[in-house]
């Protein structure tokens, strides 16, 4: 990597035991990069299974200590929310699927030790997510506070409720009804991901299959969300293939479903980078069948030339145009697959409006 | 005697400020403080002359910056509080920065350092025991902090008790006392010799003036000390003093809910506010008369 934020990053995610070479300067910026990106629960426990966390600086042990305490706080509230929100759902027979952290926290998923998230989001079929949203209204959850624009965007065009919160506690809960915005250039069949749910033993709740989750996680990251530092979710991507890679045949169902669901250029770009950056092992034949789904070579390069200034962060007292130019055209491109231009444009342009106005955004997105 | 930040100028105390940061270290945690725009050297070199300056090299616990935003500052100049690239305040007044500045430490201490039970607490030491005054803001914590360690008293926080994991001693912080509204002239009157800042007018708590801690208490910021009271202290108007025991889990409620980190730390949080409870005599304080309440507190030692 060409420049030296994203390679210290990488180092102490591939190598922790290298991390007993840093000088005092290194660990000031890595400290900080780690924060940023929401990485430092990770690596702060790997360290302690490479059993050097007791060779580190003190400062360092300190803030691993205090983020340890933080992040397991926030997961045990998440981990609640999902017991709450499986209370409220009894008796309705709605079948409940848990996305992303909280999928892989209470699957209990080696790679996300440590990983620090604050939002429960949750799947529910279309069909039932007016009675859904009912009951939760009716055991205390509350839409956050929104305007009419805001309210109009998730109804129509969005795959999820606008964001809920009980009255009494602090988790947002995001309630889907499929893993894309309505408007979205894809639009995989959510048939198709419901016959593949699979129960998650020891809870009332559903987990995509296997390799739906990485679909889902590959779409999120490439297609839907803002890249800015989201190297945790190129994590997830390596920690969630390398996981399943120990099942017989996931690579192939892998390719395969991308098809099916039409995700397959999402796919392309997690293999991708998670190879380039992780060195995730995806078998060659993969990796050669992936190709067909690659973007034309201009738009490689494109991608190839912007994708790790977005992922990564910036030095938090240096910001580079490059990066800036870099992360504004993936957050226009997000947008642009994300909506058609008749309702981007104006979408956009309330939102710049809002921005100037310096209201918050209240929709992350 | 170099490596404190009086062996600086004003000159280069402000040219630090203005480019590479100034290497602070306040009580156990160590900060690299900037500035842009605005001049806070002098002020800085008033209230912060005693302390000493960090390692350049950090690693640091926080970075902050406070910054006049360019296109605002010839109409309206405002400060703007950066926190690793974050904005957790509104901008204030330019005039306000350095309270700005103050209070952007303290909330970056609150929102990271959950290696130790923060208290929402003043407290002082003497012989190696602390007195802790768990309380709202508004009950007159800081003044009757800023009253003892005018008579005596080691200063470990005003704000902070920190209590460590390791040991359950406090760990001290200390830092200026900002004192609000009536409290700047009755500390002015209590102790002539004490320095106080210039007084910032109509900030969101009122009026603000910032004590210098004693600088015998910034020295040893490296010595915790062993918590033994509890006191909880309310200044009522033209109220007798009254030095009253406090049942145990009373105390205890009120340790628990005076606290910034006491849910996050979860049962590790609940298992050291017993032991502290447990371990400490608690009483609460009624007072109006700041002298007659020096001396109640002064009485706990016998």
New interface residues.
């Given amino acids: 990597m060409s420049f030296p934020e994203a390679s210290l990053l990488l180092r102490a995610v591939r190598s922790p035991e290298d991390l007993r070479e840093l000088t005092n300067p290194q660990w000031d910026l890595l400290l900080r990069l780690l924060w940023k990106c929401r990485l430092i629960g990770r690596v702060a426990l790997s360290c302690d299974a490479a059993g050097i966390s007791g060779s580190l600086p003190q400062k360092v042990q300190q803030q691993f200590e205090s983020a340890l305490v933080l992040i397991d706080k926030q997961r045990q509230m998440v981990a609640w929310e999902a017991n709450r929100v499986g209370w409220a759902m009894q008796g309705l027979e709605v079948p409940v699927v848990l996305l992303k952290g909280a999928a892989y926290m209470l699957s209990r998923f080696d790679f996300q030790r440590g990983r620090l998230f604050a939002d429960l989001d949750v799947m529910v079929p279309v069909d039932d997510l007016a009675r859904v949203e009912e009951r939760l209204k009716q055991r205390g959850w509350r839409f956050t506070k929104l305007n009419a624009y805001d309210e109009r965007y998730y109804r129509v065009w969005s795959h999820e409720l606008p964001p809920m919160r009980h009255f009494e506690r602090e988790v947002e809960l995001d309630v889907h009804h499929t893993i894309l915005p309505l408007t979205s250039r894809l639009t995989p069949d959510r048939e198709k991901l419901w016959e593949r749910t699979q129960t998650l033993p020891g809870t009332p709740f559903r987990t995509l299959a296997p390799e739906d989750m990485v679909l889902h996680s590959a779409v999120h990251l490439f297609h839907d969300g803002e890249l800015a530092d989201a190297v945790r979710d190129v994590l997830d991507l390596d920690g969630l293939m390398r996981l399943f890679s120990q099942q017989a045949g996931f690579w192939d169902t892998l390719i395969l479903r991308a098809g099916e669901l039409g995700l397959s250029r999402p796919l392309f770009y997690a293999l991708r980078y998670c190879d380039r950056f992780l060195e995730t092992p995806v078998p060659d034949h993969v990796m050669a069948s992936s190709q067909k789904n690659a973007p034309t070579s201009p738009l490689r390069l494109a991608m190839d030339a912007m994708v790790p200034r977005a992922l990564f962060p910036q030095h938090p007292d240096r910001s580079n145009v490059a990066t800036g130019v870099s992360r504004w055209l993936l957050y226009t491109r997000a947008h642009w697959l994300r909506m058609p231009p008749s309702i981007l444009l104006p979408h956009l342009a309330r939102k710049g409006l809002r921005r100037i106005k310096g209201r918050p955004d209240d929709h992350g997105n | 005697m170099n490596n404190r930040l009086d062996g600086l100028t004003d000159g280069q105390l402000s040219q630090r400020l203005r480019t590479d940061g100034l290497p602070l270290k306040i009580g156990c945690f ?1 900060a690299r403080i900037r500035t842009s725009g605005l001049e806070l050297a002098t002020l800085a070199h008033s209230l912060y002359r005693d302390y000493s300056l960090a ?1 350049d ?5 926080f ?1 902050v910056r406070v910054a006049s935003p360019l296109a605002r500052r010839f109409t309206r100049p405002q400060a703007v509080f950066h926190w ?2 974050g904005q957790p305040f509104e901008p204030l007044p330019a005039g306000l920065a350095f309270p700005l500045l103050e209070w952007g430490i303290n909330w970056c201490i609150a929102n ?4 130790y039970l923060m208290l929402h607490s003043a407290c002082v030491e003497k012989n190696g025991d602390a007195v802790l005054f768990p309380a709202w803001p508004g009950h007159g914590k800081t003044t009757l902090c800023a009253a003892l360690i005018n008579r005596g008293w080691r200063l470990l926080s005003d704000e902070f008790g920190l209590v460590r ?1 390791e040991d359950d001693l406090l760990q001290p912080l200390p830092r200026p006392l900002p004192l609000k509204n009536e409290s700047i002239e009755v500390i002015r009157g209590f102790a002539p010799d004490a320095y106080l800042g210039p007084v910032f007018p109509k900030t969101r708590k009122g009026d603000v003036a910032h004590m210098r801690p004693p600088a015998d208490s910034i020295a040893r910021a490296e010595e915790p000390a062993v918590p033994r009271w509890l006191v909880f202290p309310r200044w009522v108007a033209d109220s007798p003093t009254k030095l009253e025991p406090m049942p145990g889990p009373e105390a205890f409620f009120m340790v628990a809910t005076n606290a910034f980190n006491y ?4 049962e ?1 949080g609940f298992r050291t506010v017993t032991r502290l409870v447990r371990s400490c005599s608690a009483y609460r304080l009624v007072y109006s008369n700041l002298e007659e309440a020096v001396d109640a507190i002064n009485g706990l030692l016998n």
């Fill in positions: 160590d390692d090299d950090g690693p640091f616990d970075h690793d690239g990271r350092a959950h290696r994991p849910e996050v730390r979860g590790a």
